[in-house]
Every structure is written in structure tokens, then in C-alpha cells.
């Protein structure tokens, strides 16, 4: 309660553990979960904080030691905090060596006040490793008396954030970071651009993602602003996705010049990403929009229910799904609720069989079948589990919706899809992005049912004032919907029996 007392007297804006999935876009994580008493694997409340901080592309700054791993000798534990630099309260722990170093991009680095900067120097600190990597606290940040010890700020008592991981802005701006120039793992740059061309589109006037043209000078100087990736050459952006595509033999990105007599490299998305993992992460802050929204729905249902028992979710194919597990498995230690998940979606079961899960609140059921590695789906046609279970919610996703109509890319996958939606018992909730709705559908498409066949429809809301294409294409639904709940980021029609 200390600690707390001395946060609340600084103002700080503080969120319970419980409630990280409302915390904002962050600036900057300052990790100090667990300290050197770690015995065990992470769980509970500090697995999912460690979990949730790995998932932000923002800097992440651990005090004393990293989250999950073990300061002598340096046992990665699972899961661990995946940081850029550790600052240590007395020497450098033993497990901070070796793969640490290697694997989790650990510098040692010491925040200091910038009016105490020439007694360091007098006294030769900055020789010291601590001072491989620096942050200064700016002077005009008033530090109260009571955390001084002598010339040197004391860090455990000032920066005593391990009651929560929470927002902080750079101390509303005050804070400047001297570091070395570093750039992103491969797979985390991919990340990185796709997240970009996400936030781009939310706050664009353009009717889809895939119209976005981003020139690489442009990219370039967002991955710094965003993540601190220093890139001093369009070219090796490019040769960086090139080498990326050729490994998981999938095409990502179209790079292409502007051709206006500039000859602006420009990067846009390829329209037929099949590459489950990379197109999880096309328009990604509508998917987690649209994620919330389903698991608020489910909330509610347990509340004005009263259920005290575990619910049983058939969750479809796709991306969208897949984003609902993610909050399941996020909140699976804090919350009371246990679920029986039926899917046939591969990264779904990837998910939940990861040891962070607790296995003693989510059950996994899948069908037999073939597994179609580029659409990470299990195949078949054998529905018998789906068929003999009554579901509480069956949650899907579709590719394309034309005239109150649903498709899929191929008739393999509509088959399982138009099974659950005419036969399997509960009720039926579509996920759309608003991308699905489409002019017509592509070629080859296969349909499995109408719009009209389901009892909610979750759509994520837009930054954007301008009405866009696929909101008009919406509208047009409004006679059969009815508003259930409308938030923020998401809202939720009851489709009219």
C-alpha cells in the first residue's frame, strides 16, 4: 500500500490487472512483475500482464530484472517479458548474461536526474556497464525529497511500478531517451507494417485497406516514431519483406514505384494474402474491435443468465475467431468463467494448448478431418461432435457477404460452415470487419448460408468521421437489425426473428 500511496500522490493513472485489455495505446511499458524471487513459472495476474505487454510494440523497460526470468542463472521461464533494456538496482544480476543478451535484446541502462549528470561524470560512472544505454529524466520534472538518497535518485521507491504495468506517455513528454539505433526482428517488422497499414486505414477516408499506398520514406519514419526502429535505407526495408515472403512462401506486400516522376517507392498490401498468421494482422484493430464486442456479449449473457457453468463456444475458421480465443486465453486465470471450446480453427487450438492457458477453465474439442495448412483449418465432413452438443454461442467469420449472402473461398470450407450454421443448435453470432462486404463475390466462391441465419452481428466502429463504402453497403441490413449494445469501438445487432 506504500507504493500505491506514493503513485496516487504523483497522480498516476492507474488500471487494475484485471482490466489491461481497456488500457490505451501505451508510449512506453516499465516492467517489474516479479524481482528476483522468482520460483516457478509465472501465473495468474503476472502471466497475464507479461503476456499482454509482449503483444505491444511499444519500448519495454524492465526494473532490476526481467519478468520470467531467473536472475542467477538465467533460466527463461514461460512466458517472459521481452524487453529493450533492464535497469538494475545494484550490480547487473549473473542471469542477465548470455542468453538473455542474445535472445531478449537486453542493454543496461540507469535513469538518472539531468542535474546530477556532472557529479556522475566526476565520479566516472558512465564507464560503468549500467551506463551502456541511458535515459535522463528532464530537470524540469520536480523529484520530491523523500525519494532522494544523497545526489542519486532512488529508483526502488520512485519508480516502484510493479503493482501494474500502465499507460505513461513519456512523462507527458518530459522524458528523452539517447539510444543506439536498433531495428526490429524480421517477423517483428512484418508485424510492425501490418499494424501501420491498420492504423492508417482506421484514420483514413479510404474505403479499404487495400487502396493504401504507403510511401517507405513514410514507413520508415513511423517505425521509428512507433517503435524506435531506426532504418537509414528504403532498400532495406524492402529486401527485409523480399527475404520474409521467400521463407514463409507467401506473398505479403506489393512494392512498386510511384511513377508520377518522383520515383517514391511505395508499399501496399497484396490483396490475396493467405498467410493466416500475417493476415491476422490486416486490419487488426478492428478484429480486436469486433473480438471485444463478441466476449462482451458473452459476458452479458453470464450475468443476466447467472450461469455458473462452463459454457460451451463452437468458434468458426478465420481470423476473427481467432481474436475472441485470444481474450478467452488472456482472461482464463482472473476470472471465474470456464468454457468447453469446440473449433476445427488450427490457430485457435495453437492458442489454447499453449502452457499459459489454465487447462483447468478451457476445455479443447476438435473434429476430425484434413488440415488445410493455408487456411490453418481442420477440413472434413465429419460433424458428429458439433452435431451431438448444444452450444451457448457459435461465433464465425465469412469472406465475403453480397446481397444477404455469406461465402467462402472454396466449397471444401463451405461445407463444415454451412453444417454448423443450418444444423448445429445455439446461438449465432457473425463477426465481420466490414471488409466482407464486397460488390460481388470473387470467383470460385462458395456460399453457406445468409445473414439472416444468424441472432448477432458484431461490427467494429471507425476513428473516421467520412462514411465509408462499406458502411453505405451496411445499411441496407438495417431493416432486419436491431442495436443491441453500441460502444466505443464495436456495436451489436440483434438480427429481428
Known amino acids: 500500500m506504500h507504493q500505491l500511496n506514493i503513485l496516487n500522490k504523483m497522480h498516476i493513472n492507474l488500471q487494475n490487472a484485471e482490466d489491461l485489455q481497456s488500457v490505451g495505446e501505451a508510449s512506453l511499458i516499465i516492467d517489474e512483475i516479479i524481482g528476483y524471487s522468482l520460483k516457478g513459472e509465472p501465473h495468474g495476474y503476472a502471466a497475464d500482464m507479461i503476456i499482454w505487454a509482449n503483444k505491444k510494440d511499444v519500448p519495454v523497460r524492465s526494473l532490476d530484472i526481467p519478468s520470467g526470468l531467473n536472475p542467477t542463472h538465467g533460466k527463461v521461464s514461460e512466458p517472459v517479458i521481452y524487453i529493450d533494456t533492464t535497469t538494475p538496482f545494484a550490480p547487473p544480476k549473473t542471469g542477465l548474461a548470455g542468453k538473455m543478451q542474445k535472445d531478449l535484446l537486453v542493454n543496461y541502462s540507469l535513469l538518472i536526474a539531468e542535474s546530477l549528470l556532472n557529479f556522475i561524470q566526476d565520479y566516472q560512472y558512465k564507464h560503468q556497464t549500467i551506463f551502456l544505454k541511458r535515459t535522463i529524466l528532464s530537470s524540469s520534472v520536480s523529484i520530491p525529497k523523500k525519494f532522494r538518497r544523497g545526489n542519486l535518485l532512488h529508483l526502488q521507491e520512485y519508480c516502484f511500478f510493479y503493482i ?8 507527458k513528454g518530459q522524458l528523452k531517451t539517447n539510444s543506439k539505433q536498433h531495428r526490429l526482428k524480421r517477423s517483428q517488422l512484418i508485424k510492425a507494417i501490418l499494424f501501420i497499414f491498420s492504423e492508417e486505414y482506421e484514420n483514413s477516408d479510404l474505403d479499404t485497406i487495400w487502396e493504401i499506398k504507403l510511401p517507405v520514406e513514410k514507413l520508415r519514419s513511423r517505425l521509428k516514431e512507433k517503435y524506435e526502429a531506426d532504418y537509414t535505407s528504403n ?18 506486400f506489393l512494392i512498386q514505384k510511384s511513377g508520377n516522376g518522383t520515383e517514391k517507392t ?16 490486416v486490419y487488426i484493430t478492428y478484429k480486436i474491435k469486433i473480438a471485444n464486442g463478441a466476449y462482451a456479449l458473452v459476458q452479458n449473457y453470464i450475468k443476466v443468465n447467472k450461469i455458473d457453468r462452463p459454457l460451451n463456444i463452437l468458434l468458426g475458421s478465420g481470423n476473427n475467431p481467432y481474436f475472441f480465443s485470444n481474450i478467452i486465453a488472456e482472461k482464463c486465470w482472473k476470472k471465474n ?10 490457430g485457435i487450438i495453437k492458442k489454447l494448448c499453449s502452457s499459459h492457458v489454465n487447462s483447468e477453465k478451457i476445455k479443447l474439442y476438435s473434429p476430425a478431418g484434413r488440415i488445410d495448412q493455408k487456411k490453418n483449418t481442420i477440413m472434413g465432413s465429419d ?26 473461398d472454396t466449397e471444401e470450407e463451405s461445407i463444415r460452415k454451412q453444417i ?11 463477426m465481420l470487419v466490414m471488409d ?25 466502429r471507425t ?13 441496407q441490413y438495417e431493416i432486419i437489425l436491431e442495436p443491441e449494445i453500441i460502444n466505443w469501438n464495436y456495436c451489436i445487432y440483434r438480427v429481428k426473428d
Not at 235 to 252: D, M
Not at 339 to 345: A, G, Q
Not at 383 to 408: A, K, R
Not at 420 to 430: D, E, P, S
Open 420 to 430: 454448423i450454421l443450418k444444423k448445429c443448435r445455439g446461438t449465432k453470432v457473425l
Open 337 to 346: 468463467d470456464k468454457y468447453n471450446i469446440y473449433t476445427h480453427n488450427i
Open 235 to 252: 532498400s532495406w526495408i524492402s529486401h527485409q519483406i523480399r527475404n520474409y515472403e521467400k521463407k514463409i512462401g507467401s506473398k505479403l
Open 164 to 171: 501494474l504495468l500502465y499507460r505513461i506517455m513519456y512523462l
Open 383 to 408: 460433424n458428429e461432435l458439433y452435431l451431438s452438443t448444444t452450444f451457448d454461442f457459435i461465433i464465425q467469420s465469412t469472406h465475403c457477404l453480397y446481397n444477404g449472402t455469406l461465402y467462402v
Open 436 to 460: 466482407e462486404l464486397t460488390d460481388e463475390p470473387a470467383v470460385n466462391m462458395a456460399s453457406f448460408g445468409s445473414i439472416e441465419d444468424y441472432n448477432y452481428i458484431v461490427i467494429p
Open 463 to 475: 476513428r473516421s468521421n467520412r462514411i465509408k463504402k462499406h458502411t453505405i453497403k451496411f445499411s
Open 266 to 281: 511505395l508499399i501496399s498490401l497484396y490483396r490475396l494474402m493467405n498467410a493466416f498468421d500475417q493476415n491476422s494482422h
